[in-house]
């Protein structure tokens, strides 16, 4: 009958050990804005430049609204209309009209192109806006 101490011994540690893991993993999950963070990040490091067109944005007189950069560019003969979020950024980029159907440029995944940024912390394809002629 020794054994059965044994067992419940193992038996207990492993639970603990399971439950310690379960909890860690919870715990310690990164938030949305941290990944996404990190997404632009790897972008920024990795990512090729391609030329693009600034479609539009989304100007939201709320604080903590989302605004959107919509842009467009092609790879390979295929079209990619994207959007960015740039409530990030809403402090340091001045966003107005005079961008839209203006060139900037864009970084994108060469593993998937439909993964892409045209602003980051430390880099940016938007390019300075004079007035049109």
Not at 63 to 81: F, K, M, S
Not at 99 to 109: F, I, K, N
Request: glycine share 6%; hydrophobic share 35%; proline share 5%.
């Amino acid at each position: 009958m020794p054994r059965v101490p044994l067992i419940a011994a193992v038996a207990t540690v492993a639970a603990v050990g399971t439950a310690t893991a379960v909890w860690w993993k919870i715990s310690h999950r990164k938030s949305a804005d941290e990944l996404e963070r990190e997404r632009r990040e790897h972008l920024v490091r990795h990512g090729r430049i391609i030329d693009a067109t600034i479609l539009d944005w989304t100007e939201q007189p709320e604080e903590n609204a989302p605004q959107a950069l919509l842009y467009r560019y092609d790879i390979g003969g295929v079209t990619y209309e994207c959007a960015q979020d740039i409530s990030y950024f809403r402090e340091k980029l001045k966003i107005d009209t005079s961008c839209l159907g203006m060139p900037a440029s864009v970084r994108y995944d060469s593993k998937n192109p439909a993964n892409s940024i045209i602003h980051a912390e430390s880099w940016s394809g938007l390019r300075q806006y004079g007035p049109r002629s």
